[in-house]
């Protein structure tokens, strides 16, 4: 099976870092082994791009594999967050990610995701700013 340049990328990244990226909330068990299935990265990329669960050889791996991502995904997520609340500045995120020789979408992604939790924050803030104005007018007006 051939793979392409992105996929290698990534594979590279998520077995080189199995052990660092461990919890996810999720689990995969349902995966089918078999002696004579495919290689856990031929899983994995179908898996990935085509949704296709087949038998693996090399299950272990493979589950390894998925949690790693999904652990990655549960960790975007939340350094995006600290972002958004400057509890996480960017220069500990590029250094933190150079330690796991993390692809440069992973950066892009913490980015992405801190732009929309930050424009979240933004709005909720205006809203908390506006029901405390309405309700200090409302106090005053009493008196």
Not at 114 to 137: D, P
Request: aromatic share 12%; net charge neutral; glycine share 2%.
């Amino acid at each position: 099976m051939k793979f392409s340049e992105n996929f290698e990328r990534d594979y590279k990244f998520y077995y080189n870092n199995i052990h660092n990226f461990t919890f996810s909330g999720s689990e995969y068990s349902n995966m089918i082994s078999d002696k004579k299935g495919r290689t856990a990265k031929e899983c994995f990329h179908l898996l990935d791009s085509r949704g296709k669960k087949l038998p693996c050889q090399e299950i272990i791996l493979l589950r390894m594999l998925l949690n790693c991502k999904a652990s990655v995904n549960l960790n975007i997520k939340m350094w995006a967050q600290g972002r958004a609340e400057y509890t996480l500045s960017l220069e500990e995120l590029k250094e933190m990610l150079n330690d796991y020789c993390a692809p440069s979408w992973v950066l892009e992604a913490v980015e992405n995701q801190k732009f929309k939790i930050s424009k979240q924050l933004t709005k909720n803030n205006f809203n908390l700013q506006n029901a405390l104005f309405n309700a200090a007018e409302e106090l005053n007006e009493k008196e």
